[in-house]
């Protein structure tokens, strides 16, 4: 199955500010990835061209990179993610940015199960939640993504599975 998947944002922030905090990427003091409620993003050898990582089960490796412009990740796993996944910053104006997130991959058969049912509904609650992070950072009036059910529900099940793996 072919998936391509795109989130975007305008915040109303000159791109030189806005970098600044993609800097912060998977580092100890990150102030985009929603680290409290998702499994963290981290790189064995930062972030830079060939360095692998990923965050939960989705694992990666950085393609290509431009330190706070760009950040392309090929996709590792789950078996049968055929393809990438990318983060870009871009001017609109002197004053307005927008960021982006965008898929674009082959699933297998399985895959496309997973994707459909799962790993989807999941990324694009954190994917906002972390568009949030980099909108709060800047305004005082702060947004919140709220979870639909079927989120609830499968950050319930895999926090369950969690625990019993850590018992186990």
């Not at 393609?63 to 871009?90: C, Q, V, W, Y």
Request: cysteine-free; aromatic content about 12%.
């Amino acid at each position: 199955m072919r998936v391509i998947n795109s989130h975007a944002r305008i915040i109303h922030q000159p791109k030189e500010e806005v970098s600044e905090l993609f800097k912060t990427l998977a580092t100890n003091e990150d102030l985009i990835w929603p680290s409290k409620q998702w499994p963290a993003m981290r790189f064995k050898d930062g972030l830079k061209i060939g360095s692998r990582g990923g965050h939960g089960q989705i694992r990666y490796t950085i393609t290509a990179f431009e330190a706070g412009s760009h950040i392309k990740f090929e996709f590792t796993k789950p078996d049968g993610f055929n393809g990438t996944h990318e983060l870009h910053m871009r001017s609109l104006s002197q004053d307005t940015s927008e960021i982006s997130h965008t898929i674009t991959m082959n699933t297998t058969f399985k895959a496309s199960f997973l994707w459909i049912f799962v790993i989807r509904w999941l990324h694009d609650a954190l994917i906002e939640e972390a568009f949030d992070n980099v909108e709060n950072y800047f305004s005082k009036e702060k947004k919140a993504t709220t979870y639909n059910l079927w989120v609830i529900i499968l950050r319930d099940f895999y926090k369950r599975k969690s625990i019993q793996t850590k018992h186990a």
